[in-house]
């Protein structure tokens, strides 16, 4: 599977990883090297096997739908690049 | 007092509590080592401060007869690990500056158990790496040298490459490390100690910055196979705020140790001989069996027929788990943010600047994989032969109780080697990736020198929740090997 400089843009938008366009070409060709690698898989009959969904066989467990944390937002936002008035502050969003 | 930083955990432990020194002199010896071992940058970050604190409350709680299991032991932390009030990174710029207001649970069971923090550990950026290299605070180079080549700065490997400097050059008692694909199990080989991944579930993995949270697993790293039982019993433990972890009693770890291995049936997973391997990995294998079988045990070939392809579904797996884990640094909620001319662009900013190289790549086929028409093709064909690597294990436990392996394919090598190449770095891992798939308890046991004069590990990997059993077989092997070779660098005295 050979990755197009046009896909990578794509998945680095959506991964919200700017990337220079210098970069694509260079970073396409990576890509598509561990991807075709990857592609051995193909090759493993994977017919009727369930995909692995839990690591330790074991029941999730319940519990009470209950409030348990919180109540601290000075802590929450301690680490913040910006905050203000007990929110986030990001760029603006809306005209 | 000289000498304290040479110790074990172990017999640290028993000097405490007879009397012989206490934990602020104990922490004093290290701190001192710390200093030294500075040009191996095996720390991010130091907290002498914090240690000679917690050393105090310890030799108060020795003196009132209300030691706990780690009472006193100062060790180092990996940088992974949130620890309150103190600088958690790891080891990327997008955390920068950031000191989380909760403590890890693991971490909290340590603080519980009496141990006494010496600092932070350097790591590979987001524990992404099989070499050291990726860290933005600088590459931590190995305290072993090739015997004829005393020039060469050599890899610790990763990711837990700082835990794992820090314990070989004795600048700790022992660290905590994470293992995804062999994260604890690969530097330990690399730098002649032990390291421990234990059952997927036994460790909570709260508070731990997340990697892949279907693989992540805490563990220690230690100078011997008695201190890695010490460490992990005071380690593991259920906690509810992980939703995976295993509320199952924690065993007496060090109780097995010393126990026999006759009769115990070790297998040889037959795939694991690799064309190409280096014949002295191959040798040391051979001999660690037959050290086990001159022990007692019985050696039995098994065969783990899916085993070649474990690294593939590795890097399917742990890159997708990765680009969700990772999409909490978005620059709004801690860490590093670069200005945008809009919200989008200021996400974009702060992940490009935030990132390196490697993370970068595996955030982007972690995107791939799982977007849109793709996610059957890799992701969901991954997971099934994940499967099939777990079922070749479950029918491997039908007729053997460990399995005996190496570590890893090689030893240490230069810092700046296979960096060109993704692939051949990864295959760094390629005995270590499939236990973690799994999720089964393994440990590499320094078991001999290469020709080049630097360590190399075995491993012994074991059933679900059997920590018990695995320790048991890594101490015979232990004993059998009598690896005392000596790092060239020793930073404490």
């Not at chain 2, 490459?161 to 008692?173: F, K, P, Q």
């Not at chain 2, 508070?207 to 201190?227: C, E, K, Y």
């Not at chain 2, 070749?392 to 296979?418: H, S």
């Not at chain 2, 295959?427 to 308890?441: E, I, K, Q, R, Y």
Request: glycine share 10%.
């Amino acid at each position: 599977m050979s990755l197009d400089k046009e896909t990578v843009a794509k998945i680095a938008h959506l991964a919200r990883i700017h990337v220079p366009q210098q970069d694509l070409e260079p970073l396409a060709g990576e890509l598509s090297k561990i991807l075709d690698w990857v592609e051995q898989l193909n090759r493993v009959d994977t017919e009727g096997v369930a995909p692995m969904t839990s690591v330790v066989a074991m029941p999730a467990r319940w519990r009470a739908d209950a409030v348990t944390d919180g109540g601290y937002p000075d802590d929450v936002l301690a680490n913040a690049p910006e905050a203000e008035h007990g929110f986030y502050t990001v760029p603006k969003v809306m005209e | 007092m000289s000498g304290l930083s040479a110790l074990t955990l172990a017999e640290a432990r028993d000097g405490l509590k007879t009397g012989d020194f206490t934990s602020v002199e104990l922490t004093q010896a290290h701190l001192k080592a710390v200093e030294a071992a500075r040009p191996l940058n095996a720390y991010s970050c130091e907290t002498p401060e914090k240690a000679l604190e917690m050393a105090a409350e310890s030799d108060t709680r020795i003196a009132a007869g209300k030691a706990g299991a780690m009472e006193g032991l100062p060790v180092a932390i990996k940088d992974l690990f949130c620890t309150q009030g103190v600088l958690s990174t790891a080891g990327s710029h997008i955390l920068d500056g950031f000191r989380p207001h909760y403590e890890s649970t693991v971490t909290r069971n340590l603080w519980d158990a009496g141990a006494v923090m010496l600092g932070k550990a350097n790591m590979d950026e987001f524990a992404m790496g099989s070499s050291n290299m990726t860290s933005h605070y600088g590459a931590v180079e190995n305290p072993w040298k090739r015997k004829d080549d005393r020039k060469a700065k050599l890899v610790p490997g990763g990711s837990s490459g700082g835990s794992a400097t820090a314990v070989a050059a004795r600048a700790a008692l022992a660290a905590t490390g994470t293992d995804t694909g062999g994260s604890i199990r690969q530097p330990a080989s690399f730098t002649g100690i032990v390291g421990m991944k234990p059952t997927y579930g036994r460790c909570s993995r709260w508070g731990i910055i997340a990697f892949a949270s279907s693989l992540d697993q805490a563990g220690p790293m230690t100078r011997s196979v008695r201190d890695a039982a010490i460490m992990l019993g005071a380690m593991a433990g259920f906690d509810p705020r992980d939703s995976t972890s295993v509320d199952a009693p924690v065993p007496d770890y060090e109780a097995v140790i010393g126990g026999s291995v006759k009769g115990l049936k070790v297998g040889i997973p037959k795939e694991y001989r690799m064309e190409g391997a280096p014949p002295e990995i191959d040798a040391l294998w051979q001999q660690g069996a037959d050290w086990l079988r001159d022990a007692g045990a019985e050696i039995v070939e098994v065969s783990l027929p899916h085993t070649e392809h474990a690294l593939a579904v590795y890097y399917i797996v742990a890159p997708a788990e990765a680009s969700s884990n990772l999409a909490r640094y978005d620059g709004v909620r801690y860490g590093l943010r670069i200005p945008g001319s809009s919200l989008q662009e200021m996400y974009e900013n702060t992940r490009a600047a935030g990132f390196g190289q490697e993370v970068k790549r595996r955030v982007l086929i972690g995107t791939y994989v799982l977007s849109a028409g793709y996610y059957d093709a890799y992701y969901l064909k991954a997971q099934k032969v994940r499967s099939r690597i777990a079922g070749d294990f479950r029918d491997a436990w039908d007729k053997v109780d460990v399995l005996l392996a190496p570590t890893a394919p090689n030893a240490a090598f230069g810092q700046g080697e296979k960096m060109d190449d993704p692939i051949a770095m990864y295959l760094n891992d390629v005995f270590t990736v499939p236990a973690s798939l799994a999720g089964l308890p393994a440990i590499s046991v320094p078991a001999g020198l290469s020709a080049e004069g630097l360590p190399l590990g075995l491993q012994v990997i074991g059933r679900p929740f059997d920590e018990e059993t695995v320790l048991r077989a890594a101490h015979v092997l232990e004993g059998a090997a009598g690896f005392d070779a000596m790092p060239d660098f020793i930073a404490g005295g």
